[in-house]
Antibody, heavy 120, light 107 residues
Framework: QVQLVESGGGVVQPGGSLRLSCAASGFTFSSYAMHWVRQAPGQGLEWVATIRFDGSNKFFADSVKGRFTISRDNSKSTLYLQLKSLRPADTAVYYC?????????????WGQGTLVTVSS | DIQMTQSPSSLSASVEDRVTITCRASQSITRYLNWYQQRPGKAPKLLIYDASSLQSGVPSRFSGSGSGTDFTLTISSLQPEDFATYYC?????????FGPGTKVDIK
């Protein structure tokens, strides 16, 4: 069965950096686009970034463009999100999600999330 | 950017009630509309994709309809496990925006 396990979250000071990982199993990772979605405490869902199956195209929300980088290692079935110049507004649970059938960003499986807290 | 709105923002219902949630896009997204369920403390779960296609393993009491800018999620007979927050999301173009959510709780 599909499994996505995020890691790398934690507490970081404003301006700091963090790298999140998402280990995938149970499907052919190299065949699917992957996504990061975040959820601030008590708030709704916000799409953050998408990477195509082969890493050839990457898309970012304006709120993170130039600060976050998405990448993948298909040989390790792992998705990454590099977070830089972090702000308190980046505090959220970060989910990785697998692309599914349907439109460009239909997220059919999600990880359990990893919490990033940006605070001094 | 395409803005997504949902109504109502919350509703109270009883088990076996029929529940309808509406989602509206600020411009046409054809049928590229997904619905997710999120229970407290859990990750979202895909229910419906492409406006009306039922995701594998999702009970048939969930259904979706609509096209263009107006969409509907219907739960035909609410079950105890359906009390959750529901989000629509457009997959037509980046940024892939979500609606603000509709919280369904017990009357």
């Amino acid at each position: 069965q599909v499994q996505l396990v995020e890691s790398g979250g934690g507490v970081v000071q404003p301006g700091g950096s963090l790298r999140l990982s998402c280990a995938a199993s149970g499907f052919t990772f190299s065949s699917y686009a992957m996504h990061w979605v975040r959820q601030a405490p008590g708030q709704g869902l916000e799409w953050v970034a998408t990477i195509r199956f082969d890493g050839s195209n990457k898309f970012f929300a304006d709120s993170v463009k130039g600060r976050f980088t998405i990448s993948r290692d298909n040989s390790k079935s792992t998705l990454y999100l590099q977070l830089k110049s972090l702000r308190p507004a980046d505090t959220a649970v970060y989910y990785c999600a697998k692309d599914g059938l349907g439109g460009m960003a239909t997220m059919d499986h999600w990880g359990q999330g990893t919490l990033v807290t940006v605070s001094s | 950017d395409i803005q997504m709105t949902q109504s109502p923002s919350s509703l109270s219902a009883s088990v076996e009630d029929r529940v309808t949630i509406t989602c509206r896009a600020s411009q046409s997204i054809t049928r590229y509309l997904n619905w997710y369920q999120q229970r407290p403390g859990k990750a979202p779960k895909l229910l419906i994709y492409d406006a009306s296609s039922l995701q594998s393993g999702v009970p048939s009491r969930f259904s979706g309809s609509g096209s263009g800018t107006d969409f509907t999620l219907t739960i035909s007979s609410l079950q105890p496990e359906d009390f959750a927050t529901y989000y629509c999301q457009q997959s037509y173009s980046t940024p892939f925006t979500f609606g603000p959510g509709t919280k369904v709780d017990i009357k």
